[in-house]
């Protein structure tokens, strides 16, 4: 998979292959899927305390 992405006026390519959780663990000694759920919890997580927060200023 590739997906181009722009930072400010740089555009960037990153990819992913069947090959990133091996080089991963090789880079960080950490599982990638793991990582992978871990950041993917905090993200709903911190969706549902922005809603949350969103709310209470509405009263």
Avoid: C, H, W
Avoid at 23 to 39: N, V
């Amino acid at each position: 998979m590739r997906k181009i992405i722009m930072v400010g006026d740089q555009e960037y390519e990153l990819g992913t292959n069947g090959y990133t959780p091996i080089a991963y663990k090789q880079q960080f000694g950490k599982d990638y899927f793991q990582d992978l759920f871990s950041m993917l919890k905090n993200q709903s997580f911190m969706n549902e305390y922005v809603e949350l927060a969103a709310d209470f200023g509405k009263n």
